[in-house]
């Protein structure tokens, strides 16, 4: 199994500021996926971020909005950025562990 | 098209009662797994049960069994003896293995509250 921690838990921003979104894993994996969750909707893949290499995102998208890090086999950024009312919502950093895929604890985002 | 369908926004279950929460799913992968979550109101995602899609038997972890039907596509989560803590939303995802990047894909959810 995997145990996955994120940073911050959850956090109030203004509009038009940004946030980077921090997970850390505790062990080496290959892939680590980003997802969003909109209030009373289901997950969708935001992008996948493989160490050393430009992450790939899902339609929808862009590295402008939602620019991500992944400096080693460990850890992870993602960075909401210029952020509006609509960007409010939970963000989790996922990896897989054999055939299972385990999520973070999530970020709860509200933008004001 | 939907690849995942949870087509049960919501659910009532006695306590102490079983229920099934249903899935189907649309893939010409013949290599998927399938998995089941569990989110309650804290946000975080808990991992239920996986059924591969070459697996004989249906997958079964503690209470939670998954009813795996290939041929009609579905892959329905039991719950058995249903408790208070339960109460949370359920989903149901697919990784197709040979397509999509590997990435999950879920469907929209089911609210399972239980009734005392």
């Known amino acids: 199994s995997a145990v996955i921690s994120q940073k911050p838990s959850r956090d109030i921003c203004q509009r038009g500021t940004s946030l980077t979104i921090q997970c850390q894993v505790d062990?080496?994996?290959?892939?680590m996926f980003w997802y969003r969750q909109q209030p009373g909707q289901s997950l969708t893949l935001i992008a996948t971020a493989n160490q050393g290499s430009e992450a790939t995102y899902e339609s929808g998208f862009v590295i402008d909005k939602f620019p991500i890090s992944r400096p080693n086999l460990t850890f992870s950024t993602l960075t909401v950025s210029n952020m509006s009312p609509e960007d409010s919502s939970i963000y989790l950093c996922s990896v897989y562990g054999g055939d299972t895929q385990y999520f973070g604890p999530g970020t709860r985002l509200t933008v004001l | 098209a939907q690849k995942i369908t949870q087509t049960q926004p919501g659910m009532f279950v006695q306590e102490k009662e079983a229920v099934t929460l249903d899935c189907t799913y649309d893939t010409s992968d013949p290599s998927y797994g399938l998995f089941w979550y569990k989110q309650p109101s804290s946000g975080e995602m808990i991992f239920l049960i996986y059924?591969?899609?070459?697996?004989?038997q249906n997958a079964t972890e503690g209470r939670y069994s998954l009813n795996f039907q290939k041929a009609r596509k579905s892959a329905n989560l039991v719950i058995s003896a249903s408790q208070l803590g339960d109460s949370a939303m359920y989903f149901c995802a697919m990784r197709e293995l040979n397509n999509a990047g590997n990435m999950l894909t879920f469907g929209g959810g089911t609210r399972l509250m239980v009734k005392p």
């Open positions: 059924q591969g899609s070459y697996d004989q």
């Open positions: 062990s080496q994996v290959t892939m």
